[in-house]
């Protein structure tokens, strides 16, 4: 059995219920056997492939909350601290009912070689709570995001491990969260990213993982000779990456004409209004049907139904495994011709295979969403050396770093005989780096 087939089923048989867990493992070392091939002797004799697969520890524990009406609620909360070959462990917090081990481990593992692509020094890791935010109140949140970080506080810092933001998880709650670190351990420091722009934020931080994913998407199709100016776009989601991800992709000539949430969809055959969009998520926190009463010439529908709009690339933009096999066949049918991943794994594996066999230019999250984590670098930068660097200064170097993503993915795949498989160039480039760090670190 090949070293790549041994690990996998190690892999399946330990982590059976974990299967978002397992597909983002499969799916990565699946790229990996040319490389694994090469050295195998090498990977082998310091059980490489074993200690990447498991994460460094995960943590879990209660978090206890009083809602307004003075019932108390148990939550449960995790970090999981997968690898920190590179640096200090970094990831988002999600806060969303689905949230398991397994969701998070997948999100972890993805991390590090998303990590590892931006260049910065970051390792990877991931945390969250089946905490729900809908439907709370501020006070609600708040009450919950200190009682998340009077356990997590042990175990996070400034070199240690700095969280983020995800799903369920933006301005607001970060700034609790902060709040409560610094009431606890008395130390003003960089432990958090995606702060307010007040108390050690970075500017562009809010737009960064939706503005890199276009800046990332540009320069893909610049290397294919396409381009982006007057293309129909569909984009999933409605929270932080769809939005500014539309709000870029408009202001580079193409035309957004869907989002999405979690009950329903918008077709705005006029184009996304991202003010309105704004308005509708950030401000009221209300469903997409406050949309279609602020646009009246915008369909809206219930359910799912995104990808069944005809256009010439599609950005899912909310959450993994949102897409499958019979949407890529759609997609396909409609004459797609890129897909481009704001979610982490929003596409299961086969709808990825589908469209890469249909000649449809595909980047993973872990290249094309790196401008969030990246940025949350730069803002880690900004708070040790305690400047604010400018908004231009930020989104330059966001773009380097994401034009600088397309191309080494591109390179990567090139120098394997895969040209054009963006999924195997990610993998491949971020693991080279993570590699050699850890072997060069010694068995950890
Ligand atoms: P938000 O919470 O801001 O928005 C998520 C959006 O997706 C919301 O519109 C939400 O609907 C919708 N959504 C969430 N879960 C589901 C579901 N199960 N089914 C259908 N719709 C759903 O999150 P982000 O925009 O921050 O994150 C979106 C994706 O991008 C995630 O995969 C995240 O891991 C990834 N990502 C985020 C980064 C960041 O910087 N924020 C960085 C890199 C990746 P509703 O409005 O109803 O809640």
Known sequence: MSYVDEVLASVQQKNAHEPEFLQAVTEVLESLRVVVEAHEEEYRKVALLERLVEPDRIITFRVPWTDDKGAVHVQRGYRVQFNNAIGPYKGGLRF?????????????????FKNALTTLPIGGGKGGSDFDPHGKSDAEVMRF????????????????????????????????????????????????????????????????????????????????????????????GAGNVATYAIEKAQQLGAKCVTCSDSTGWIYDPDGIDVAVLRDVKEVKRARLTEYKAQRPNA??????????????????????????????????????????????????????????????????????????????????????????????????????????????????????????????????????????????????
């Open 299 to 444: 369909e809206y529908h219930e359910g799912k139904g995104v990808w069944t709009v005809k256009c010439d690339y599609a950005f899912p933009c909310a959450t993994q495994n949102e897409l499958d096999l019979e949407d890529a066949k759609t997609l396909v049918a409609n004459g797609c011709q890129g897909v481009f991943e704001g979610a982490n794994m929003p596409t299961t594996l086969e709808a990825t295979k589908y469209l890469q066999d249909n000649g449809v230019l595909f980047t993973p999250g872990k290249a094309s969403n790196a401008g969030g984590v990246a940025t949350s670098a730069l803002e880690m930068s900004q708070n040790s050396e305690r400047l604010s660097w400018s908004a231009e200064e930020v989104d330059e170097k966001l773009k380097s770093i994401m034009y600088g993503i397309a191309d080494t993915i591109s390179d990567a795949a090139e120098r394997y005989g895969m040209k054009g498989n963006y999924v195997a160039g990610a993998n491949i480039a971020g693991f080279e780096k993570v590699a050699a760090a850890m072997i060069a670190q010694g068995v950890y």
């Open 145 to 236: 995001c200190q009682a998340f970080m009077t356990e997590l506080y042990k175990y996070v810092g400034a070199d240690i491990d700095v969280p983020a933001g995800d799903i369920g998880v933006g301005g607001r709650e970060v700034g609790y969260l902060f709040g409560q670190y610094k009431r606890i351990t008395g130390s003003y420091e960089g432990m958090l990213t995606g702060k307010g722009l007040t108390f050690g934020g970075s500017l562009i931080r809010t737009q960064a993982t939706g503005y890199g994913l276009l800046y990332h998407t540009e320069e893909i199709l610049k290397l294919n000779g396409k381009e982006l100016k007057d293309k129909i776009c569909v984009v999933s």
């Open 96 to 112: 969303h009912p689905s949230v398991y081990q397994g969701i998070l481990k997948f999100l972890g593992f993805e991390q590090v």
